[in-house]
Every structure is written in structure tokens, then in C-alpha cells.
């Protein structure tokens, strides 16, 4: 007889996954393909190796966790301890689409699977959470090795080259420079896990290839968009050779949103820096629409327009407008570049309209750059194409983690949430399917 009814695997693993067990001694094992060794195709080879499955993780990078380490270049910024209600409002009109994998596998899941992997974390004074020795490297050999431990196959150089139309299989290629040579495996796992990240740092392995696959058997993908980007300013030649590359420290910028605090770069092509991104979503919609659009920039957020103003009224006979703004409100010679760039060199002679520039300096943008310099990606699969556990509807047993999925967030660790978070999710997800389909026989 048939039934339905639950198995005994189904209990979780450990606390920090809420994973899904396998079957017991003598019960099948499924197999399952991972397409992508970054972090979230980790994640998710580890949640289905803990249940039990059978594991191969296919990378076309001669090493897995490119971005991973990247990413942890300045130091691997993993989560944020803010409370969690306020954490998914960085998710924008994305948060209830995500709430339910990250409230499963939190922040906190993520600092214990970390110390899991003896590597201690500690909360910034930003709020940030970071490994205690604050490396990528050692985290990730330590991660390698555990995979490894748990039995996971490693495919380092080996494409993802889509589906076979007739058999479904998935295709991939041993190694690209030859693939038109030699003919490409057939994979026929029991489990999918789609991770292959979405556009940003084409050199990690994060090239959008996958895209065009995804559309042509009719999966809805949003067009792969900068986030976390910077944004082109037409600065003059006089400006760049005395400021590119200098931080603009303690601003406030606005977009259409609430403002922003923190710092920006001067870069040879326009801004970047984390105030920036933090309001990017917002500078790229405007420019979507129009062709271009205002940042306005508070040089001096610590002080009030009247403030300022006050100080500034006590310029001394025959002292230059430099000297004044660096004696009374202590702007440094970028900021006040910045306002003789923005007015072409034709500075306010009153207190008054001066102040409000400093509060209020609009900067005009032009454009996003280009996707490969951006940290990370909007944009990607359509979440109508993906049920609660993201399988894609219209291929049962495959299932889609990470970046690829239609949504964005600014630096900060919410990113690496969000992609481990849905890598978890996925897996579960995952297990859970094949428990369905392949029910108890009595």
C-alpha cells in the first residue's frame, strides 16, 4: 500500500538549517545537481549532503566562492544585528517575498552556522557582523572542507549549457574551450539547485549567461540590472585631475527617498560609495525615466541651514570664499570642489543662499554603470515563476537560490543574508518535494 503520511526522516538536522532528514540505513538517496559553487550553491550542497543527498556542486570557475571572497576583500561583511522587522525593510517592495526564507534561517543562523566552521563572529559598531578574523579565506577553506567531509562533489570547470530539449537533461560542459568538441554530460539528478548568480563581477563567474537559457522555455526574467553600482557624473577635466579617487566624507545625499548619511568616492566616471548605493534603486529609476536626475548632497548634515548660516556670516574683509568654508564649517577642499563643480565656479556671495547650497547641493547624474562594476544585480527570475519554496513552475524539481531571483538590497550583509537564506530555503525546499514524490511504500 501507498501512503502519504510523512516519513521519520523528516525531522530537522540541526537548528542552525532547519533541514529535512533523509531516509534511514537502506533508503533511497536522491541526487542533486548544484549549477553554481558561489555561496548560495554552497549553501544549498550543504542543507541537502546534512539530509542526506547525494551532492554535486558543477562550477565553471577553476574554484568555487569567486565572489564569496571578493566580496570579503574589506573584511566579509556576513549579516547585520539590526532587528529583523527593520532588516527586511531593506528588501523595499521585495520583503514579503523574502520574509518567510530569512526569518527561517536569520542572522543569528547565519553567526552559529559561522561558529560551526570555528569561526567566531563579532557585531560592528556600524551594526555589521563579521568573522572575527575578519578573512574570507579562512572561512571559505574552512566551508571547502567540511563540504568536502560531508561526502559533496566539487566540479570546478564545468559550464551550465542549459537543457536538452528532447531528453530535459541538464547539460554541462566539462570544459568550455572545448565543448564544441566534446560532446557535454547529460544530468539527469532527482534535485536541481539553480545558483548562478546574476550579472555583477563577471570575473567571479557571474556572467548572465543563464539568462537567455531561462527564456527561451518561456521562464519570465526582469531585465539584470546595476545595484549597488556607482553613477555617471560629466565632471569637467580641471575637477577629476585635482579630486578622482578622494572620499567625500560625512554626507547626507537624497534622492526621491528619505536621506542618506555616510560616504562617497570620486571616481574618473562619477560617484560611488555607500550613501550612493544606499539610494541607488531611486537615482536609477529617475534616470530610467528621464535620461538623468538630482542628487542632492548635504556637505554638512551635523548642522542646521541656519547654522551654517551663521557662520558663515562671519567672513573676515578680504578672505576668500575657500578660507571661510574651511574656517567656519570646516568643509575640506574635495567638498569645496564639489560646490565650485556644481555652480561652475559661481559661488553665492550670501550667507544665506550659500548655506542652502551646502545643505543642498544638486548634483546632476546621468546614469547607472555598467553592470559587470556594479557589487550586485537587480533584476531576474519573476517570483510569479517560483513557488514558496522557489521551484520553478514550470520545471518541477528544479529550484532557483540567490541573485538570480528578483530582488535587491543594499552592502551591508544584507545581500549574503538573502542569498544564503534562499539557498537554505531552496534545499528544503527541495527535500520536501522529493518527499512527495516518492512517498512510503507499505
Known sequence: MVTREPRSRLRAVNSEFGAVATAGSGAARPSAAVIGGGPGGLMAAEVLARAGAS?????????????????????????????????????????????????????????????????????????????????????????????ETLGISLQTSHRWLGWDQVSGALLVAADEKNSDQIPPQQLFPDITIMSLGGGSWQRTGSDGRWVPKFEEIGINVHKLRPANSGFLVDWTAEFISKFEGMPVKNVSVQASGNPVRGEMMISAEGIEGGCVYAVGRELRAACDAQGNTVMLIDLRPDLSVEQVEQRLSTAKPKESTSTLLRRTIGLPPVAIGLLREVTKNVLPRQASEMAALIKSLPLQVLATEELDRAISTAGGVAFEELDDHFMLRRLPGVFVAGEMIDWEAPTGGYLLQATLSTAVAAANGALSWWEEEHPTEM
Not at 108 to 123: D, P
Open 55 to 147: 551532492v554535486t556542486v558543477y562550477e565553471h570557475m577553476p574554484s568555487m566562492g569567486r565572489k564569496f571572497l571578493i566580496a570579503g576583500r574589506g573584511g566579509l561583511n556576513i549579516t547585520h544585528s539590526e532587528p529583523l522587522e527593520q532588516f527586511m525593510t531593506r528588501y523595499g517592495d521585495k520583503q514579503d517575498a523574502l520574509a518567510q526564507s530569512v526569518s527561517a534561517f536569520p542572522p543569528e543562523a547565519i553567526q552559529a552556522w559561522c561558529e560551526g566552521l570555528s569561526q567566531k563572529t563579532f557585531v560592528g559598531s556600524s551594526g555589521r557582523v563579521f568573522p572575527l578574523g575578519f578573512r574570507a579565506t579562512e572561512l571559505l577553506r574552512s566551508w571547502l572542507v567540511e563540504l
